[in-house]
């Protein structure tokens, strides 16, 4: 069973950037597609971005497109979001999630098995 934990959450300024790693211990990482989610108070768990185990695409929420990107390396087992023109819009709790051995994107919440512990993103405007 892959263990996930994001980090490099925190407060930044509207128009700045952050980039949040997901480090995957204790399982086959590079079998697993990949997702970013996110929650804000009072708001359901919405699906920010994903990348599919093998590498050869990724999927962004509308808001995200321009935005964000992200990005895996499966030696390392790790699994990044690159924030940037971040907007007060964006502060939330930012989850790491991982789908089951070769599923392909998913962007429900219910289609990932897998969840860290979050970190809180907080954009002040």
């Known amino acids: 069973q892959v263990q996930l934990v994001e980090s490099g959450g925190g407060l930044v300024q509207a128009g700045g950037s952050l980039r949040l790693s997901c480090t995957a211990s204790g399982g086959t990482f590079s079998t697993n597609t990949m997702g970013w989610f996110r929650q804000a108070p009072g708001k359901e768990r919405e699906f920010v971005a994903a990348m599919r185990w093998s590498l050869d695409s990724s999927y962004y929420a509308d808001f995200a497109k321009t935005r964000f990107t992200v990005d895996r390396d499966n030696v390392r087992n790790m699994f990044w979001l690159q924030m940037n023109s971040l907007k007060p819009e964006d502060t939330a709790v930012y989850y790491c999630?991982?789908?089951?051995?070769?599923?392909?994107?998913?962007?429900?919440?219910?289609?990932?098995?897998?969840w860290g512990q979050g970190t809180q993103v907080t954009v002040s405007s």
């Open positions: 999630a991982g789908r089951e051995k070769y599923a392909g994107i998913g962007y429900r919440a219910d289609e990932y098995s897998t």
